[in-house]
């Protein structure tokens, strides 16, 4: 198994990174590092698509991959013009809930609906961290912001069931508690030929924790008291939500040109 | 020879949130009382031989500051 220093070495750019201390973020960081490493993909040929927001670090400048920071919301856009002009890349895309499913919610759908062969990990924090923590499209009803001092009015939405509607092949969902799991899951996004989701539930102690009054080490046990590997449990489902095979999009793209006698 | 682990931490790097210290399932780590250059409480071993090698806190630390190694025992072997 590859050390923590291997991993710096190898895979992290800028160290120490940023992030807040026991913020969620650096988790993502090693369970993406260790899967890649653990499926022998040579990190030349991973390309890691960004938007904006905290998540949006993770890769960009901390990842020692090829990274695009693009705008807010435009990962999936962006990623997918990498994969449809070189398939032989591993594209993956990080970025948070505000980022993936608020600003960039429309992309999200239509890369799942094409099916293009991405692996989009989308940290969920349940607000916007970076600016502030205003509400976001995952934040939990009643739930208390920067932008809901009330509670919010409105209910959030479930991601992960969003995404295996629009089509996605494979969609799971895990938390930064569950790092095992995890690992597994993105080495599992990186072998699958299609769109696949993981949402990874992560800690926010800054802009989340200190609002409801808990340390990261907290929120990490309120992932681990809150959540069931068992679909049928009253708690939050963790696991994989579909994986599936179905028509991928650079693919049908290229057996097109094919036919049409293109090269 | 034999096999000996080794817990490397990087106290400059750890920013103290203490999850490893947390997370490791037999209280192998504790608090320091020092500071790092950030001001950071790092962890500390403080039962090393209740270590099991199990690497959860190299898994679970965001910031790559601890690691566990198992080095080989080089002065039992020259024996
Ligand atoms: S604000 Fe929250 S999400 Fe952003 S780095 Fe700090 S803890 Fe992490
Ligand atoms: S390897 Fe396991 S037992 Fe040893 S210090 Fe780390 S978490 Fe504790
Ligand atoms: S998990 Fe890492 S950063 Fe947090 S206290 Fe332990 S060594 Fe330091």
Redesign the interface.
Known sequence: ?I???E??EKY?RN???P?????????V??AMS?AVESAGIDKKDVVAVSGIGCAAWIPSPHWRVDTLHTTHGRAVAFASGVKIADRDLEVMVVSGDGDCAGIGGNHLLHGARNNIDLNVIMVNNGLYAMTGGQVAPTTEHDEKTLTTPYGNPASSFEVAEVVKAAGASHVARWTTYH??EL?KEVEKAVDTKGFSFIEVLAQC?TRKGKKEGMT??EM?EWYKENTSKDQDSEKMYVGTFCDVERPELTEEIYRQIERLGGE | MSERIEIKIDRDMCKGCGICIKYCPKEVLARSEDLNQYDNHYPEVVSADKCISCRRCELYCPDFAIEVKEVKDEKEEKE
């Open positions: 198994m050390t923590a220093e991993i710096r992290v160290h120490p990174s992030f807040c201390p026991g913020c969620g973020g650096g988790m960081l090693n260790r790092m095992k690992v102690p990261g080490i990490l």
